[in-house]
């Protein structure tokens, strides 16, 4: 059996969406010519006036009609397309699905929703679709802190070929693959959230008990005393979806980093210390205890939350870096304690290259630019340059397919106009004729591609253009040929 998120497709409602979408590449035209690929009003699952506003002023500003039709088409993705919002005894509900998966990924959700969390004190509907949010994925942690995917029904069982994993699966649970950033991104989004509003409302008993399992299943992933609860193994021809030794992962030594089954790809890790979400896991920890602190006063717990995160820092900081080969230190991808490390990196966020956007690192740090570089090189296996694009993949999918969230990234991170504007050209040039991102395509042929629907990269591509609105706005003034 295999089972792979571009292998599971939403039926109707996917084949709906890329009927919608010509098959060949869109050269440059007038605006006339990017008729809007967004579903018909009546049809959209969740309307913002905030985000509709935000649209209409950030587009005025887009001088090349294929970048302006790209950014209307993507940014607005996860509400129009996977956003749905109902109630639970009486509070906010939201259920955000990936796009062509019928599931939701606590990992995608929050980082679809982060994209809007600036506009929240501008719309009340929208505040309560994040409290829905919010409050979802808190009882979603409370079924399984382990699982990595939810079903919308809690007593359903998993409806993608998972069910038949060898590991301890739940009703509510659609995968459950041990990823140490599924847990970090709810503390994130949570704090993006509090910072942004200042609404006490999401952060109440029950969310407060998902949080602190959440900090007591990462300490227990530091398996100080013994190898813990959870083990995962599934029948299939790919070693990156199972885990060697009964189900627990390659042995370590433990030094106080967490212990990660799965990258943030769904990909089993070769070392289970992952180092971008042991950094990550040290900034949504700190990001944590401010909650804890100003929306409910709990001073203990923040203060438990911040002491795992500095014991992860000392030991990434000891155990978590290598040599460059050439004359300098950069953060591993992947080490095991024993001083065995592998450099590569993956487009997933947290990815090495991706740890400023999280927090997890500053761009002006010399180690993280380092890293960057050289992960944006022949030096990782999964950097890829082709006749259409240059990018980073990962084992996912496979070679030669690179993902737009790493240009995107790429883009997010860099100060050089030059760097950012050739990235605008790629994506701009890759989204093989269909209006939105897309999880990869090939370095040589952007129709060949996987996942016509994966709202993240269209959120993630919506974050750049506004982004860029900010710091470098004479960028969005360019036409490109």
């Not at 883009?411 to 760097?419: E, I, Q």
């Amino acid at each position: 059996m295999s089972f792979r998120r571009r292998d599971v497709i939403a039926g109707a409602g996917a084949l709906a969406l890329a009927a919608t979408c010509p098959t060949s590449p869109l050269g440059a035209a007038s605006a006339s010519a990017f008729p809007s690929k967004r579903p018909p009003k009546g049809q959209r699952r969740f309307t913002s006036p905030a985000v509709e506003s935000e649209i209409a002023r950030v587009k005025a500003k887009i001088a090349d009609p294929q970048i302006g039709w790209l950014f209307e088409n993507c940014y607005p993705n996860t509400l129009d397309t996977t956003a749905e919002v109902g109630t639970i005894e009486g509070q906010p509900d939201t259920f955000v699905i990936t796009g062509d998966i019928d599931a939701m990924w606590l990992r995608d959700s929050s980082a679809q929703l982060q994209t809007y969390v600036h506009l929240t004190p501008k719309d009340s509907a929208l505040r309560r679709l994040f409290h829905g949010l919010i409050q979802r994925q808190a009882r979603c942690i409370l079924i399984d802190p382990y699982a990595n995917a939810f079903m919308k029904d809690p007593a359903a069982r998993s409806s993608l070929p998972a069910i038949s994993d060898r590991t301890d699966m739940k009703p509510g649970v659609a995968e459950r693959k041990w990823e140490i950033d599924s847990l970090c991104y709810p503390m994130r989004l949570a704090h993006g959230y509090w910072t942004a509003t200042r609404d006490k409302a999401p952060f109440d008993a029950l969310w407060a008990k998902a949080m602190a399992r959440a900090v007591a299943t990462l300490r227990e992933q530091q398996r100080k005393d013994g190898p813990g609860p959870y083990h995962f193994q599934r029948v299939d021809k790919s070693p990156t979806e199972t885990l060697m030794f009964d189900g627990h992962g390659a042995p370590t030594r433990k030094v106080g980093l967490i212990h990660s089954g799965f990258r943030p790809s769904d990909d089993a890790c070769l070392y289970p210390f992952l180092i971008p979400s042991n950094l990550f896991a040290v900034s949504a920890l700190q990001m944590l205890a401010q909650v804890l602190n100003e929306a409910r006063g709990d001073a203990a717990a923040a203060q438990d939350c911040a002491a795992l995160a500095a014991e992860v820092d000392a030991a990434l900081r000891a155990h978590g870096q290598m040599d460059d080969a050439r004359g300098g230190r950069v953060w591993a991808y992947e080490v095991d304690g024993y001083g065995n490390a592998i450099f590569m990196d993956d487009a997933n966020v947290p990815s090495l290259s991706g740890l400023p956007l999280l927090g997890a690192a500053e761009r002006s740090d010399p180690l993280w630019q380092r890293t960057a570089t050289l992960a944006w090189s022949g030096r990782n296996p999964y950097f890829f340059t082709g006749s259409a694009a240059q990018g980073i993949g990962g084992p996912h999918i496979g070679m030669d397919m690179i993902w737009p969230m790493s240009i995107i990234t790429r883009a997010l991170n860099s100060a050089a106009d030059a760097t950012i504007r050739q990235c605008l050209a790629w994506l701009r040039a890759t989204h093989g004729g269909t209006g939105f991102m897309h999880e990869s395509f090939h370095k040589d042929d952007p129709t060949n591609f996987t996942r016509s629907w994966f709202a993240w990269a269209n959120g993630l591509f919506g974050d750049l253009i506004l982004d860029l609105e900010r710091r470098r706005p004479s960028l969005l003034s360019e036409r490109f040929a």
